[in-house]
C-alpha cells in the first residue's frame, strides 16, 4: 500500500456512490451535475434511498432450503473508492466455493440487484452489479463469477457473467468518475437523443450550451418567438 491508497482509505465519505454508475454510463454530464454539483440532489437522493428502502428489508437476514440470504447489505471498495449497498447477496452452499468461518461451511456468494423496470439496452445494470460484487470480492476475500438483476416489471431474474474484459472497462470507468470528482470537472453538454428523456434537462438546459452562452440563448428565443 502506497501513501495515495493511505489517503483514500481515510477518505470514505468521499467514495462515490455504486448508484451513479448508471449516470455516468447515460451521460457524463448528468453523473456529474448529480453526483459533483449536486443538482436534483433532494430528487435523486431521497428517491433512491425510498426505494432501497421500499425493495428490501434494511440489514435482514434469512435462510431459505439451504441458502443463506443477506439483505441491504453495505458495500465498500477502498481500492475503487465506492460504496453502496447490495440489496441481496445469496450465500449458496458449494464445495468449491469459500469457507466461511462464521458458518463453519463454503459457500459461493452471489449478489442480486432489485430493479424497477425492465431489462435496460445499455450495460448500466450490470455494470452495477459487477461494482457490488467487486466490492464483495474485496471486502470477503472472495471471487464472484456471475450475479443476477431482479426486475419488477417483468418479474424475472436475469444472471450475469463478468467476464475479465467487462472487469478492466468498469476499473477504468470508475477511474474516470473518481478523477473528474477529485477535479469537481463537469463535462460539457454533448447533445444526444438522450437529452429528450433525461430527467435533468430541465438543470442541464441543452440549448443554452449549445448557443455558447445564457445571453446568446435568449437571443435567439427571442429571434425565433419573433418569427413565429
Ligand atoms: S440533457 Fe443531455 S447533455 Fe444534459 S445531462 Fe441530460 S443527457 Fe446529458
Known sequence: MDDSDTVKVSNEEEYLLI????????????????HIERLWEENFFTLDGQIKHEK???????????????RS?????HKLRIQGKCDVVELKPDP????????????SVYPVEYK??????????????????????????VRIEEGACFYFETR????????????????KMIEEMNQYYDRKYTPQVKKSHKC??????????????????VSKYMEKRIQNETIT
Not at 448508484?19 to 456529474?32: D, K, L, M, P
Not at 447489505?73 to 471498495?77: A, G
Not at 424475472?156 to 476499473?171: G, K, P, Q, W
Request: proline share 2%; hydrophobic share 35%; charged share 35%.
Open 156 to 171: 424475472r431474474r436475469e444472471s450475469f457473467v463478468f467476464t475479465a474484459e467487462m472487469r478492466d472497462r468498469l476499473i
Open 73 to 77: 447489505l453495505s458495500i465498500v471498495s
Open 96 to 107: 468449491e466455493g469459500f469457507y466461511f468461518s462464521k458458518y463453519k461451511e463454503k459457500y
Open 116 to 141: 424497477r423496470g425492465k431489462p435496460k439496452k445499455d450495460e448500466s445494470d450490470k455494470m452495477q452489479l459487477l461494482a457490488e460484487a467487486m466490492c464483495l470480492e474485496e471486502m470477503l476475500g
Open 56 to 70: 428490501v428489508d434494511e440489514g435482514a437476514y434469512e435462510t431459505k432450503n439451504d441458502k443463506k440470504i443477506l
Open 19 to 34: 448508484s451513479g454508475i448508471q449516470h455516468f454510463i447515460f451521460c457524463r454530464r448528468q453523473w456529474a451535475l448529480i
Open 196 to 213: 429528450k428523456s433525461c430527467s435533468l434537462k430541465n438543470l442541464c438546459l441543452p440549448e443554452i450550451s449549445e448557443a455558447g452562452s
